[in-house]
């Protein structure tokens, strides 16, 4: 594929240049390893009915921390992510946050209706400078009727997201806040590592808040844990990105294997 249809292929790896994503997106999941990547929206479609979907929707660019939609507001078919990274996330009435998923170039968001119009449930912003295409929710209907590869490209998106919006549930109420944390830095290093001599870089830059809605706990609690894995030698920090020294001793955290004396919980 060449022109405007490549900015649709999923994306490459962080540190491994020209290779495939190993996941399409970051989810919290309740299982010892990430889920595999949802499959590629445009799969089994021609280049003519690729360029006709492409041709049906509209182009939208944002710019790091800009929002996409929001909880609330008026739903419209979905947006298909050309580049870049966008965060999906549900605000309760308190304020707390927590975050569903960060969505790579190649997977849609804005469900889970597609076709008709409703209300949004979680809202979504760019978590980097992205890249989106809109497709209208009537547009979209018509399509579907006459590309069947979009229509499935469609439904296994959606199971995929489901699954995982199911796992997380599981995990916010089985695991222990440390429990989470070990968890969602095994699949950062998973993500984004980059072997280095000391241990495995995570090459992507997360706030002690961005790691705290992720896992749904508090900032103090993500600090707090933090410290104590730098001082049991799991990690240490790389400027603003951290260096995973000890992925089997985090495994250990993550599945609860260690005593509470290694590896507190008092956040």
């Known amino acids: 594929m060449t022109g405007k249809h490549q900015l649709l292929q999923p994306a490459a790896q962080p540190g491994k240049a020209g290779a495939p994503a190993q996941f399409g997106a970051l989810l919290m999941t309740d299982s010892g390893a990430q889920r595999s990547g949802p499959p590629y929206l445009f799969n089994g479609l021609t280049e003519s009915e690729i360029a006709h979907v492409i041709g049906s929707g509209k182009r939208k660019v944002l710019y790091r921390g800009a929002q996409l939609?929001?909880?609330?507001?008026?739903?419209?078919?979905?947006?298909?992510?050309?580049?870049?990274?966008?965060?999906?996330?549900?605000?309760?009435?308190?304020?707390?946050?927590?975050?569903?998923?960060?969505?790579?170039?190649?997977?849609?968001?804005?469900?889970?209706?597609?076709?008709?119009?409703?209300?949004?449930?979680?809202?979504?912003?760019?978590?980097?400078?992205?890249?989106?295409?809109?497709?209208?929710?009537?547009?979209?209907?018509?399509?579907?009727?006459?590309?069947?590869?979009?229509?499935?490209?469609?439904?296994?998106?959606?199971?995929?997201?489901?699954?995982c919006y199911s796992a997380l549930a599981q995990m916010l109420g089985t695991r222990s806040p440390t429990e989470r944390l070990a968890q969602l830095l095994l699949h950062l290093m998973n993500l984004y590592g980059v072997e280095e001599r000391d241990g495995v870089l995570i090459a992507a830059s997360f706030t002690h808040a961005d790691l705290a809605h992720m896992t749904g706990v508090?900032?103090?609690?993500?600090?707090?844990?933090?410290?104590?894995?730098?001082e049991l030698g799991i990690l240490a920090a790389h400027g603003a990105n951290l260096v995973i020294k000890n992925a089997e001793l985090l495994g250990e955290i993550r599945d609860g294997k260690l005593g509470k004396g290694a590896a507190s919980d008092e956040v």
């Open 69 to 163: 939609f929001s909880q609330g507001s008026p739903q419209d078919g979905i947006y298909l992510i050309e580049s870049g990274r966008i965060k999906v996330f549900y605000t309760a009435p308190s304020g707390r946050e927590i975050t569903l998923a960060y969505w790579h170039s190649g997977n849609f968001v804005g469900g889970p209706e597609v076709f008709k119009q409703g209300l949004h449930v979680w809202s979504g912003e760019a978590a980097v400078n992205s890249a989106v295409l809109h497709l209208p929710g009537d547009v979209l209907r018509r399509m579907v009727m006459t590309i069947p590869a979009l229509a499935i490209g469609i439904i296994e998106g959606l199971s995929f997201k489901g699954q």
């Open 218 to 230: 508090t900032r103090q609690s993500v600090t707090i844990s933090l410290k104590k894995f730098t």
